[in-house]
T-cell receptor
């Protein structure tokens, strides 16, 4: 099956710094990727839809200036958490599909655990 | 997208079939039923999806009722590695977003 690679797997940073998370589709092209956030013992919450070559679409309540998304190519989307604070500590997960929108399945990265001190 | 209702938790004996129910009474005609699972601290894994016919693959079987208002995911011979949170999601086939509910936490016990 298709593979989505996410990097890094975990990151620890100081409060006020920015952190970039990469999501790559390794063996397919993805015009659309999705970013999720998950707090302990909770379900995944969709943050934004990343569209190649255009601006991302953010879900209600998600600050677009804090969570910067760039989808510069058909195989790479990045999420930058700017000026991170302890409340941003969470598990971030990306997903993509080689044929999204046609009833096909999404493939997920392995997630990035962010800890802000 | 339509919402789903799942029991919060279930237990299953190792080697037995695990039957995970899902209610989606407001599902629309063009919405598929998807099942994913998430093992602790990993990204979700696709299991199976279907529109109205029953489906089977190497991982599981999906039984969808004739009125499409509910479905059951069947793991025929559960193993300890099947312990995970299982999510039932309905989504249209026209770029609809995959919205996760609370899922069912399945514990497979020896």
């Amino acid at each position: 099956g298709a593979v989505v690679s996410q990097h890094p797997s975990w990151v620890i940073c100081k409060s006020g710094t920015s952190v970039k998370i990469e999501c790559r589709s390794l063996d397919f092209q993805a015009t659309t990727m999705f970013w999720y956030r998950q707090f302990p013992k909770q379900s995944l919450m969709l943050m934004a839809t990343s569209n190649e070559g255009s601006k991302a679409t953010y879900e209600q309540g998600v600050e677009k200036d804090k969570f910067l998304i760039n989808h510069a190519s058909l195989t790479l989307s990045t999420l930058t958490v700017t000026s991170a604070h302890p409340e941003d500590s969470s598990f971030y997960i990306c997903s993509a599909s080689p044929a999204f929108g046609t009833g096909e399945k999404l493939f997920f990265g392995s997630g990035t655990q962010l800890s802000v001190l | 997208d339509a919402k789903t209702t799942q029991p919060p938790s279930m237990d299953c004996a190792e080697g037995r079939a695990a039957n995970l129910p899902c209610n989606h009474s407001t599902i629309s005609g063009n919405e598929y039923v998807y099942w994913y699972r998430q093992i602790h601290s990993q990204g979700p894994q696709y299991i199976i999806h279907g529109l109205k016919n029953n489906e089977t693959n190497e991982m599981a079987s999906l039984i969808i009722t004739e009125d499409r208002k509910s479905s059951t995911l069947i793991l025929p011979h559960a193993t300890l590695r099947d312990t995970a949170v299982y999510y039932c999601i309905v989504k249209n086939n026209q770029g609809g977003k995959l919205i996760f509910g609370q899922g069912t936490e399945l514990s497979v016990k020896p």
